[in-house]
């Protein structure tokens, strides 16, 4: 492939291993998690996948990219193994300009995580990025209130490993709505969303 | 078992992928209306295709399906789509509102409240609530982008000034999580209330228009008011001839040659529950 890169198929990790029947049970995880910000949704068919990034990252990658949803990766995971599977799996365009992606896949340290991203437009706020952001745990962290739609009155939510000012950039994101990208934060084969509408108390 | 030929859940899985991404974008943004590519359904439209191509692209084997027609399980519209999909996607189905993990419904919110984890696909003829008012798709899209509603309020209080109140009696306009205005389909406006702050997942398809749009569970769903004309539902006189209830919505029905009538519950599977389990009564 480029670079004089080979995918060679006898490392490629496996994908799904029963591709219909698991994309439905991943993707009712993620609608689960998605219309129901700050529970953590556990992944029941996720494959292990390249070793990097988790298990619940890949999964949802193979659940909704394909060929027409350009995907971004963050140095840490933008490495050959990575490319590979999710070229020959999900068979998605791997881009290096952020404003081109559709998903992206960034480290809780990764820096200036929601510059120059698609943010979508007043007339069409649905062509927004979504981001996934790997973190060390989806507990166990700073505590922090979560409000808005999906929530019944308040949620408390405790991601590990983000900077401080990662909270003051999703304010600054959330006060775009109906615009802003909308963030999906994985560790191992968990899953916790955060979609543009909700409010976090810094 | 599946082969070359046969997609589970009818769409094959580009155009589930498609679906699915666009229903996330629904949920993130509750109200407004995304366009998705959709493929043609082997139904004609007005038997609910937008609402059949959500439920196909979320539905599982682990899914037990309800399928409503204006409150009833057993017309030929719910009876078709819920052997469809007991067909393709190899789901249970039942009648029963509490039963359901997912319920398709043309015109009505179950009587039954919802829980969590439910999802209610609402089947949608027309996904645009400016539509009557603003014919342009480039100008009611500009008005939602704008949160530019004045016409409908207009177009509301010019109801009141010809009728005394608002006069619509079904498809009456909501404004979801205080931004979107919504069409919350042909449902009668006693059912508006339902939608407010449900704990189930609304999600809502429109197959000619090719619009999905949602409301995440607990989101607040106002019905279009004035101070001095504040929302109101329909009531009723009598209660239900069959289960006696006083809550539910009534269909008005001609029993004899006489014209003689009689109201009984639209809901079906609510009513059926009154009359066989005394518990359920009181
Ligand atoms: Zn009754």
């Known amino acids: 492939m480029s670079n004089g890169h080979m995918t060679d198929l006898r490392t490629l990790a496996p994908g799904l291993a029963d591709p219909a029947h698991d994309a439905q ?123 808005g739609p999906g929530i019944d009155g308040r949620a408390a939510v405790a991601v590990a490993g983000l900077a401080e000012d990662f909270w003051q950039d999703w304010a600054a994101n959330h006060t775009l709505f109906p615009c802003g990208v909308d963030i999906v934060f994985t560790a191992r084969t968990e899953l916790c969303a955060l979609p543009r509408s909700v409010a976090v108390e810094v | 078992m599946a082969d070359d030929a046969y997609n589970y859940a009818y769409l094959d899985e580009q155009t589930k992928r ?125 008005l939602h982008a704008l949160s530019e509603y004045g016409v409908m309020q207009v177009s509301l209080y010019e109801s009141i000034a010809r009728h005394g109140r608002i006069s619509k009696g079904y498809n009456y306009p909501v404004m979801v999580n205080g931004r979107y205005i919504m069409s919350p389909s042909p449902i009668p406006k006693f059912d508006n209330p339902k939608l407010d702050r449900s704990p189930a997942l609304q999600l809502y398809g429109a197959g000619r228009e090719k619009r999905i749009y949602a409301v995440p569970p607990y989101t607040p769903v106002k019905s279009l008011d ?26 008005e029905m001609i029993v004899d040659d006489d014209g003689k009538h009689l109201f009984v519950c639209s809901d079906t599977d609510y009513c059926e529950r009154r009359r066989t389990l005394p518990e359920a009564a009181e």
Not at chain 1, 47 to 71: F, Q
Not at chain 1, 109 to 127: I, K, M
Not at chain 1, 133 to 147: A, F, K, N
């Open chain 2, 18 to 142: 498609m679906i699915r991404r666009a229903i996330l974008k629904a949920v993130a943004v509750p109200g407004y209306q995304v366009p998705f590519g959709g493929r043609e359904m082997p139904l004609p439209y007005g038997w609910g295709t937008g609402g059949i191509q959500v439920t196909a692209a979320i539905i599982g084997r682990d899914d037990t399906l309800k399928v409503i027609d204006q409150g009833a399980d057993d017309t030929t519209n719910a009876v078709s789509i819920r052997r469809f999909f007991a067909k393709v996607a190899e789901v249970a189905t039942t009648t029963r509102t509490d039963e359901a993990t997912v319920i398709q419904t043309r015109h009505r919110v179950p009587e039954t409240p919802l829980r969590e984890g439910q999802i209610l696909v609402f089947q949608v003829p027309i996904p645009e609530p400016l539509r009557m008012l603003e014919p342009r798709e480039t100008e009611t899209r500009t």
């Open chain 2, 226 to 251: 004035f101070d001095d004309h504040p929302f109101e539902i329909e009531t009723w006189e009598q209660c239900c001839a069959l289960c006696g209830s006083k809550e539910s919505f009534l269909d």
């Open chain 1, 25 to 147: 049970q991943l993707f009712r995880a993620v609608l689960d998690a998605t219309s129901r910000p700050g529970r953590i949704v556990s992944l029941p068919a996720a494959p292990a996948g390249p070793g990097t990034p988790s298990a619940a990252a890949t999964a949802y990658l193979l659940t909704l990219a394909d060929r027409d949803t350009p995907v971004w990766l963050a140095d840490a995971f933008d490495r050959p193994e990575v490319r590979d599977f999710l070229r020959f799996h999900a068979g998605a365009p791997i881009v290096t300009k952020r404003a081109e992606a559709v998903f992206a896949v960034l480290a809780s340290a990764t820096p200036q995580p929601f510059e120059g991203f698609n943010l979508g437009s007043d007339a069409y706020p649905d062509r927004s990025a979504t981001l996934i952001v790997e973190v060390p745990d989806l507990r166990g962290g700073p505590t922090r209130q979560w409000h």
